[in-house]
């Protein structure tokens, strides 16, 4: 408890600090402007230091309060921008569900004397340029188009599930870059990697890929970290010809609704 003690102490001296040498850069540029024009600075910009550097007992408790309002406004307006960013990607969801989905998968299957089948991913980590339609979906809104990918596949019972995992995973990872004391960006990248590469690997077992677990895992985390939109573009495209071509692998096929399986209609015979 001491050793807490001591260590709080230690970030409300080194807030202080930080708080003072703002006052000193503001306090030079008064200092420089007022050579420049030839004025003298007020008494409020003279900074006046009188007795010992170590704070006192009103300052702690006085930096304690500052510390939990802070706390509390940060964790108040994270709130309101999730709420925003889902109330927004919802709309975005719903909008693909009622009108979007279906027209991806009307076009015709076509496979050329060269198609490699579906042993592999069937386009390129890089080409997302020949899919605009996708690609835009995915830039805009990537929870969408992943939670597609997953329902489409079976991988979840429910699109919205598969929305809101990929959503949350993507806020608060985006989150921790805001803090200026640690790696944010990278806990992002891993946070993104490890689950994506995870339900990668489900893709890869479920079309049974001749590539999949071991280097693999490896490789498609490093994908989801470092370029994931271009990645779910990739699959985007694959289970789309999966499902035009009526591939067992595909548990849902056009027309059908976010909802879980029991709640579809079932097929005639």
Sequence with gaps: AEEGRVDRWHS????????????????????LLSRVTGRAPAAEEVLVIDGPLTPTEAQREQW?????????????????????????????ARYWLDSGR?????????????DPGFTDFRAG?????????????????????????????????SFWFAFLLFAMV????????EDDTSLGWLEHMMLMGIVG????????????????????????????????????????RMIEDAVRKGHPAVAHKAGETGKAPEQQQAPSA
């Design 197 to 236: 590469a995870g339900f990668r690997q489900e893709l890869r077992e479920k079309f049974q890929m001749g590539a999949r677990g071991g280097a693999t895992y490896v490789k498609d985390c490093l994908l989801y970290s470092c370029c994931m939109c271009c990645t779910v573009v990739q699959e985007a």
């Design 64 to 92: 304690e309060r500052e510390q939990h309002q802070m706390e509390w406004a940060i964790g108040i307006s994270w709130l309101f921008s999730l709420g925003i960013w889902l109330a927004l990607g919802s709309l975005a």
């Design 125 to 157: 980590i890089c080409e997302w340029f020949q899919r605009p339609d996708i690609s835009c979906w995915v830039w805009f809104c990537p929870a969408v188009r992943w939670a597609e990918n997953m329902w489409t596949m079976g991988l979840f019972r």
């Design 170 to 177: 993507n806020f608060i990872g985006g989150s921790t870059q």
């Design 102 to 114: 279906d027209a991806n998968y009307s076009a015709p299957f076509e496979a050329s004397a060269e």
């Design 12 to 31: 409300l001296l080194a807030h202080a600090k930080r708080r003072a040498m703002s006052k000193l850069k503001l306090l030079q540029v008064s200092s």
